[in-house]
């Protein structure tokens, strides 16, 4: 699709690549850091634009994700999709978190904190991590163009490792908040469940 990401890495991965890189997280360099907060610079005048095109791309590549996206899920034609009000304002809150995730680059762990949580609030959307991956790719995709020369392979494995590693900590906070529901609902039914030593005759 005119995107030179194709084989880079981030199309879609084996279960078998997906369970080496889980073992390894990926991890920030000052360079990736210093990279990703240069280019930021130019990425943000276009926020809202990148944020349609990354949305209109991961729909056009990924169908599957509309069935995340409830209100998107039935509009079939992509024009309609790129003028669409609400997906302008989910776009714009992806492009919030990237803004934020950038801004917290130099404290880690309040970037950590903050994707746990995206990750937890993902899991009540019922928004799987499977689709995080896809994201993060179409970013990609929608910055190319915006950045002309300024786009170099160094800096795309620089914004690669950064949607890695947060996507790694949403992971973790989706989990997490699976396993507490579990328990809560465990716990639930343990306590409605009659005592059968008074139930005997």
Not at 1 to 8: E, F, L, P, V
Not at 142 to 168: C, H, N, R, S
Request: glycine share 4%.
């Amino acid at each position: 699709m005119g995107c030179a990401i194709s084989g880079s890495g981030l199309t879609p991965r084996t279960q078998e690549s997906r369970n080496t890189e889980d073992e390894s997280p990926a991890r920030l360099t000052p360079r990736h850091i210093h990279l990703i907060k240069e280019s930021w610079k130019v990425i943000q005048e276009d926020i809202a634009k990148v944020g349609i095109i990354m949305f209109v791309r991961l729909f056009e590549t990924h169908p599957e994700c509309k069935d995340v996206f409830f209100l998107f899920r039935d509009v079939e034609d992509l024009e309609r999709l790129r003028t669409n009000r609400e997906l302008r304002a989910h776009g714009l809150r992806v492009m919030s978190f990237i803004e934020k995730s950038v801004a917290r680059l130099d404290q880690l762990e309040r970037l950590e904190t903050l994707a746990l949580e995206l990750g937890k609030s993902h899991y009540r959307y019922n928004a799987p991590p499977k689709y995080y991956g896809y994201v993060g790719a179409e970013f990609i995709c929608a910055v190319q163009p915006i950045l002309k020369d300024k786009w170099t392979a160094e800096l795309e494995q620089a914004w690669k490792t950064l949607f890695q590693y947060v996507t790694g900590i949403m992971k973790e906070g989706y989990l997490e908040e699976e396993r507490t529901k579990r328990n809560v609902m465990l716990t639930t039914s343990t306590k409605e469940r009659p005592d059968k030593r008074n139930t005997m005759i």
